[in-house]
């Protein structure tokens, strides 16, 4: 076995987690995180496929038009040119393998992850158990995340679940290609912009002395009275 492997298996004889979400008052089983133990790590065989003479095998269903690329490594093989063992059978959905590239007998060395399909094409994961075990835990075991790494990706349900619950593990693409899309962003000549205040004065009408127009009321009264008295008192006195 690997390093890796080995030291996981020397800590604990698998790993099963799974986790549901509450929707409506209904418990629905969504995450599930698994690494088989050591007595389910089967190893995919090249046996007949049916208990029939003649029947094909996995060794007959090989596309060799698919081989190593500049973006992927080359395949495994269901003949004796590859040893594979199931490290999760993904709830139906596939299986994730421990491969080793060099046959028998197997180096440790040669090992890495692959995806077999329900339509048993090969999917390259990753060249090492630990970064298979972190992208497991990355995606939080979302139903049918080992299609993201697919050509076809994601059916379009799981990518309603990954938008809730993983939106930028979902969205790497956009991520390489716009590195700030999920950055908030902070403009300071709009955030510290000074706002200058046009005072506008009041208009008012004119203002009349208080004192001056008392004065002028109050004096104009008792004058006139005592004039008039004045007047007719030394200028016509009265006989009688």
Not at 178 to 201: A, Q
Request: aromatic share 10%; net charge neutral; proline share 7%.
């Amino acid at each position: 076995m690997p390093e890796d492997v080995k030291n996981f298996y020397l800590m604990t004889n698998g790993f099963h987690m799974t986790w549901s979400v509450k929707l409506d008052e209904h418990i629905i089983p969504l995450g599930s995180m698994a690494i088989n133990s050591i007595s389910k790590l089967t190893q995919l065989t090249q046996s007949s496929m049916f208990s029939l003479p003649n029947a094909p095998t996995l060794a007959d269903l090989e596309d060799d038009t698919h081989e190593a690329s500049d973006d992927q490594p080359e395949k495994p093989h269901f003949d004796s040119r590859s040893v594979i063992f199931e490290l999760d059978s993904c709830n139906g959905n596939g299986k994730v393998c421990l491969v080793y590239k060099s046959g028998k007998p197997a180096l440790a060395e040669d090992t890495e992850i692959w995806f077999l399909d329900r339509a048993l094409y090969w999917h390259f994961l990753t060249d090492t158990f630990t970064a298979y075990y972190r992208l497991l835990i990355t995606h939080l075991g979302l139903p049918q995340w080992q299609y993201a790494f697919t050509s076809y990706g994601i059916s379009p349900q799981a990518k309603q679940w990954f938008s809730m619950y993983k939106p930028i593990t979902y969205n790497t693409n956009l991520l390489t290609e716009e590195t700030d899309s999920f950055v908030n962003k902070l403009d300071p000549s709009k955030v510290f912009k000074s706002k200058n205040k046009i005072i506008i004065p009041k208009k008012k009408g004119p203002v009349q002395p208080v004192g001056t127009q008392k004065g002028s009321s109050g004096s104009s009264g008792p004058s006139t009275s005592s004039n008039s008295k004045s007047s007719s008192g030394s200028g016509n006195p009265v006989r009688k």
